[in-house]
């Protein structure tokens, strides 16, 4: 099991940057492949980016291709969430999630364990 906490979030103009983080409470961190999503009010969950267990794999959604980069230190037990050239769709609460299997990516459904989320809001 993982306990997993976010941080990083704020409020940002667009254009701007931000980076999260999430910090992961457990022994094996390096044994679970990671994932970023995000939920803006009245809208369902998305997908943002994912990495796999040893971060050599990492896969992104269209809407933050280019604009975002996912990495990991399994040293740290952390993962983050590099976010530039912010839009105000970009607005929502960021999610990390993790689970033991080699690899997830974009299904956001199987992710077995959540945290509770930072708020990022972009303003125009």
């Known amino acids: 099991q993982v306990q997993l906490v976010e941080s990083g979030g704020g409020l940002v103009q667009a254009g701007g940057s931000l980076r999260l983080s999430c910090a992961a409470v457990?022994?094996?961190?390096?044994?679970?492949?990671m994932g970023w999503l995000r939920q803006a009010p009245g809208k369902e969950r998305e997908f943002v980016a994912a990495?796999?267990?040893?971060?050599?794999?990492?896969t992104y959604a269209d809407s933050v291709k280019g604009r975002s980069t996912i990495s990991r230190d399994n040293n740290k037990n952390t993962v983050y969430l590099q976010m530039s050239s912010l839009k105000p769709e970009d607005t929502a609460v960021y999610h990390c999630?993790?689970?033991?299997?080699?690899?997830?990516?974009?299904?956001?459904?199987?992710?077995?364990?959540w945290g509770q989320g930072t708020q990022v809001t972009v303003s125009s």
């Open positions: 999630a993790a689970d033991p299997a080699r690899w997830i990516g974009a299904r956001v459904a199987e992710y077995a364990y």
């Open positions: 457990g022994r094996t961190f390096s044994m679970y492949a």
């Open positions: 990495i796999s267990r040893d971060g050599g794999t990492t």
